[in-house]
């Protein structure tokens, strides 16, 4: 699995008190990064995680000169990882229903972080993005347990803690 989807993981498991299950094979190669489901709310996500410091998420996905598509337009991952038919067949077999939100964590987008951006993105693309320092941030704020045993939860304290330190050195000069 991927550091970052790890991260989105941990984040439903700890925040959103969802049950996961990551890359789920689909047919045709397919693959899933994460669903999620809070059998308390009957809740249920989608998510995808396209984490690239050098690929901002764009409306419209960028090609290259001989047209290879860069993967970092909505309008491809609408396509290939929230739509394709092997994936919504899936998800059907799994949830038992098409009722569900669908999310993509990214670094950044195309214009930083604009929540009008956000906000058409997701009446044109019915997607919602998210970004991966505000799931670790909640992240940091929501560990209480020092010592965790998970390397994610672990290496998260670890950051917060040398941030707190270095503040507290900082004050003191």
Same mark, same amino acid.
């Given at each position: 699995?991927? #550091?970052?989807?790890?991260? @989105?993981?941990? $984040?439903?498991?700890?925040?959103? =008190?969802?049950?996961?299950?990551t890359?789920?094979k689909c047919?045709?190669?397919?693959?899933?990064?994460?669903? +999620?489901?809070? #059998?308390?709310?009957? =809740?249920?996500?989608?998510?995808?995680?396209?984490?690239?410091?050098?690929?901002? !998420? =764009?409306?419209? +996905?960028?090609?290259?000169?001989?047209?290879?598509?860069?993967?970092?337009?909505?309008?491809?991952?609408?396509?290939?990882?929230?739509e394709? #038919?092997?994936?919504?067949?899936?998800?059907?077999?799994?949830?038992?229903? !098409?009722? $569900?939100?669908?999310? !993509?964590?990214?670094?950044?987008?195309?214009?930083? $972080?604009? #929540?009008?951006?956000?906000?058409?993105? $997701?009446?044109?693309?019915?997607?919602?993005?998210?970004? @991966?320092?505000?799931?670790?941030?909640?992240?940091?704020?929501?560990?209480?347990?020092?010592?965790?045993?998970?390397?994610?939860?672990? !290496?998260?304290?670890?950051?917060?803690?040398?941030?707190?330190?270095?503040?507290?050195?900082?004050?003191?000069?």
């Amino acid at each position: 699995m991927e #550091p970052e989807v790890h991260i @989105i993981e941990r $984040y439903f498991q700890l925040v959103e =008190r969802a049950f996961t299950m990551t890359n789920i094979k689909c047919e045709g190669g397919k693959e899933i990064d994460l669903l +999620a489901v809070d #059998p308390r709310e009957g =809740r249920r996500w989608h998510v995808e995680s396209r984490v690239s410091t050098t690929f901002p !998420l =764009r409306m419209e +996905a960028t090609y290259t000169k001989d047209g290879k598509c860069h993967r970092n337009g909505l309008d491809w991952f609408k396509e290939n990882k929230f739509e394709h #038919p092997s994936i919504v067949k899936k998800i059907e077999e799994l949830f038992g229903c !098409l009722d $569900y939100e669908k999310v !993509l964590v990214v670094y950044t987008t195309e214009v930083g $972080y604009d #929540p009008s951006w956000i906000n058409t993105a $997701y009446r044109r693309f019915g997607i919602q993005v998210w970004f @991966i320092m505000d799931i670790i941030e909640t992240l940091k704020e929501q560990i209480k347990v020092v010592g965790a045993r998970d390397d994610v939860l672990r !290496l998260i304290e670890l950051i917060s803690k040398t941030e707190r330190d270095r503040e507290k050195i900082f004050k003191k000069k």
